[in-house]
């Protein structure tokens, strides 16, 4: 079992996807590393890990309060 969590943890390591991505790949591909990161390329997970690192510079910010409460909201978009 703990040689299936190392897998688990290294496969995350090399493509930043989510442990339960990673999990699935694995189990799907014998526990295969090379098999797994293709499985999850295929899915387009690894391009989203990819992607989560990136700065969303661009958005908006809102503010609006009553008498007894306030909220602010912040949205940043890639796009």
């Known amino acids: 079992m703990s040689d299936n969590l ?3 943890k290294e ?4 493509t930043g996807a989510g442990i339960q991505d990673c999990k699935t790949a694995l189990s799907e591909n014998n526990f ?3 098999k797994s990161i293709e ?5 387009g997970i690894t391009k989203a890990a990819k992607k989560s ?3 969303a510079a661009e958005g908006l910010a809102v503010i609006a309060s009553n008498n ?3 909220c602010i909201l ?3 978009s890639e796009t």
């Open 39 to 43: 499985y999850l390329r295929k899915k």
């Open 53 to 55: 690192s990136r700065d």
């Open 6 to 8: 190392a897998k688990v």
């Open 74 to 76: 912040e949205i940043n």
């Open 32 to 34: 295969d590393i090379e």
């Open 11 to 14: 496969l995350r390591e090399l």
């Open 68 to 70: 007894s409460k306030a």
